[in-house]
């Protein structure tokens, strides 16, 4: 619980910066939009984000930062710059930066928490360093069809890495995959295995988090020793996240039903492109069980890199919308949105209001509040704290 209160608490000062958003804001200087009342820089940055320019947001926030004193007296400027800090794991950055916050505005900076996006294209620097570009050949996998016995080929672009280059990386979509039966179960969990165990730079992006309880629930819903494959495919998928004790509880419960010895804990190294030494302890693409489990029926946790305006968390949350006069939408573990994403979420809420629906979002990192400020979501839509 102290944890989750010290990561809210960049979220929390943030949302305490919020500009007073008019359609007559005018320009002073520069600073200001007047399509939006934002901060133009800090426009300029959203969108830099949004489109995956994550160097380049920094690049800007810092150029204003040190040029431009009105800009400089915004605190919202400065906790974007932190935010995107975390986002690339420069940690030395960060910490200089929060200090010269804390003396400006005389409050206590963000706490580090590595945040790592999965197409940054960085690497944690060293102390007093710039944060150097690095150049990542990526590739991106896409599975998509039935999980059976029947369909073994579906793995094929997976088994294909086997032989690549050390250097590659890759993002592994998983996320229009059905599970059918437990053969298929085993066969996908082997092979993930395989391309995990290499230890190459490999991510589940976007998270499959309907394939990962799917799996779950099959394997806790039988019984004596049936289900083998749906307990290997759900294992498999827990080494691909950064909690070490759930592994190791549900491993254990596995060994027990099954008799065999439980499996060894051996994560996979890239849960982003670009894996800084610091970003370890970065946040998992999807909640904690206990987290999840424990999720108010009217509460929606969106995670990871939000993209395109028909992304099925949009879908979800369309349908979702009828049914609740209030939903809540826990953002802390978004890394980023992109423009087509916010502008539909936009729409989605104009049509939530004028259907008297409220939806609030929570822990709303500075740099993705900025950007669904500027494509239109109003600030009373933020809440301040955790619900």
Not at 17 to 38: D, E, H, T, W
Not at 224 to 232: H, L, M, P, S, V
Not at 280 to 304: F, K, L, S
Request: net charge negative; hydrophobic share 45%.
């Amino acid at each position: 619980m102290i944890e989750k209160e010290m990561e809210g608490r960049q979220t929390l000062t943030a949302l305490g910066q919020l500009p007073r958003i008019s359609s007559k804001s005018v320009s002073v200087g520069g600073a200001m939009s007047s399509a939006s009342g934002l901060n133009a820089i800090l426009e300029t940055a959203a969108l830099m984000h949004a489109s995956g320019q994550l160097e380049a947001a920094r690049t800007v926030l810092e150029e204003a930062i040190a040029t431009e004193p009105e800009t400089a007296g915004m605190p919202l400027v400065w906790l974007a710059l932190l935010d995107l800090y975390q986002q690339s794991g420069n940690q030395t950055a960060f910490e200089r930066y929060g200090m010269e916050y804390a003396v400006r505005f005389e409050q206590s900076p963000p706490i580090w928490v590595a945040r790592v996006l999965p197409t940054s294209g960085l690497r944690s620097p060293g102390a007093g360093e710039p944060s150097p570009k690095v150049e990542v050949t990526s590739a991106r996998i896409q599975l998509e069809g039935k999980i059976n016995a029947d369909n073994k080929a579906l793995t094929e672009p997976l088994l294909q890495i086997l032989d690549a280059p050390e250097k590659e990386a890759y993002q592994v979509d998983l996320f229009r995959t059905v599970l059918l039966d437990e053969e298929g179960a085993l066969h996908l969990a082997r092979v993930l295995a395989k391309v995990r165990r290499l230890q190459l730079n490999l991510v589940l992006d976007p998270w499959p988090q309907t394939l990962f309880y799917e799996a779950k629930r099959r394997a806790v819903d039988l019984v004596d020793k049936e289900g083998e494959g749906y307990w290997q495919l759900w294992l498999e998928l827990l080494q691909w996240q950064p909690d070490e004790t759930l592994f190791e509880a549900c491993a254990l419960d596995f060994a027990l039903r099954f008799e065999v010895s439980p499996p060894a804990w051996e994560p996979a190294r890239g849960r982003s492109l670009s894996q800084p030494a610091a970003a370890q302890t970065a946040t998992p693409a999807v909640a904690p069980e206990t987290e999840q489990d424990t999720t108010p029926p009217n509460t929606v946790i969106w995670r990871g890199v939000l993209q395109g305006a028909h992304a099925p968390q949009l879908a979800a949350l369309k349908e979702r919308l009828p049914v609740y006069d209030e939903l809540v939408i826990d953002m802390h573990g978004v890394l980023r949105v992109d423009f087509s994403y916010g502008g539909a979420l936009a729409n989605l809420m104009a049509r939530a209001e004028g259907a008297k629906k409220r939806v609030t979002f929570i822990r709303t990192s500075p740099m993705v509040l900025t950007l669904l400020l500027l494509v239109g979501i109003p600030p009373r839509a933020f809440s301040r704290r955790k619900k």
